[in-house]
C-alpha cells in the first residue's frame, strides 16, 4: 500500500484529492495539511510514500515548498494550477519527482504516484509538451543544438527518463539515447545532471 499525504490549503482540492485517492485499492491518503508547517510535522510524523503538495500555500513566501519537503529525501508530487516553465524546473531542481496541474483527471494523479514511488519521475502529459512548444530557436541560443535536442534536453532537465520522453515526442527510445548521447558530446558533460547544469549556464534552457 502507498501512503500518501497532500498538502493543499484549499479544502474542495484537498476533499476532492483524497476522494479520488481513497478509491485507489493500492493507494491510502495518510494525512492531510493545508500549510507547510503541518505538512512538515505529519511527514515526520507518518513517513508517507510520497507527498502530493501544493506549490502555492500559504506560509511558502517564507520557505521554498518543494526545498523543504525535499531535504527529508521524500518522494514529492507537485500539485499546482502553475505552468510556468521556470515553475517547473525551479520544483525539479528542488527535488520533486513529479509536477502535476489541478484538473489532472484521477487516473493520471495515480499513476503519478505510483510511478515516483517505484523510483521514476512524472511529468504531466500537458507540462511535457508544452515543453517542447517552448523551444523556438531553431539552432539553440548558441547554435550547438538541434530543436530536437533542445526538446530532449528540456525533457530531461525535467525529470522525465528515456522511456518518458520517448512517449511524449512519439519516438523511439533507442533514438532519445542517441540525441542524450549527442547532447553530452556537444555540452562536454558526463551525466545527466551535469548536462542540464551547463546548458543552465549557456542559457539553453531558458524562453526569454
Avoid: C, W
Avoid at 499513476?111 to 539553440?140: F, N
Avoid at 525533457?155 to 520517448?166: T, W
Amino acid at each position: 500500500m502507498i501512503s500518501v499525504l497532500i498538502v493543499e490549503d484549499h479544502p474542495i482540492v484537498r476533499e476532492g484529492v483524497m476522494a479520488v485517492l481513497e478509491g485507489e485499492r493500492d493507494i491510502e491518503v495518510a494525512g492531510a495539511a493545508d500549510s507547510i508547517k503541518e505538512g512538515l510535522r505529519l511527514a515526520a510524523k507518518l513517513h508517507p510514500d510520497v507527498i502530493l503538495l501544493d506549490l502555492k500555500l500559504p506560509d511558502a513566501g517564507l520557505v521554498d515548498a518543494v526545498s523543504s519537503f525535499a531535504g527529508g529525501q521524500r518522494n514529492i508530487v507537485v500539485f499546482t494550477a502553475h505552468d510556468a516553465d521556470e515553475e517547473v524546473f525551479r520544483a525539479i531542481r528542488g527535488g520533486a519527482r513529479g509536477y502535476l496541474l489541478k484538473g489532472t483527471p484521477a487516473a493520471e494523479i495515480a499513476k503519478a504516484i505510483r510511478q515516483v514511488h517505484a523510483g521514476e519521475s512524472y511529468l504531466s502529459p500537458r507540462i511535457a509538451a508544452k515543453l517542447v512548444r517552448g523551444v523556438t530557436q531553431p539552432r539553440g541560443r548558441t547554435g550547438l543544438l538541434s530543436a530536437r535536442e533542445l526538446g530532449v534536453l528540456r525533457l530531461v532537465a525535467a525529470g522525465l527518463s528515456n522511456r518518458q520522453i520517448a512517449g511524449t515526442l512519439a519516438i523511439s527510445e533507442r533514438t532519445v539515447k542517441f540525441h542524450v548521447t549527442a547532447l553530452f558530446n556537444k555540452l562536454g558533460a558526463d551525466n545527466r545532471a551535469q548536462a542540464v547544469a551547463l546548458a543552465a549556464e549557456r542559457g539553453l534552457l531558458s524562453t526569454n
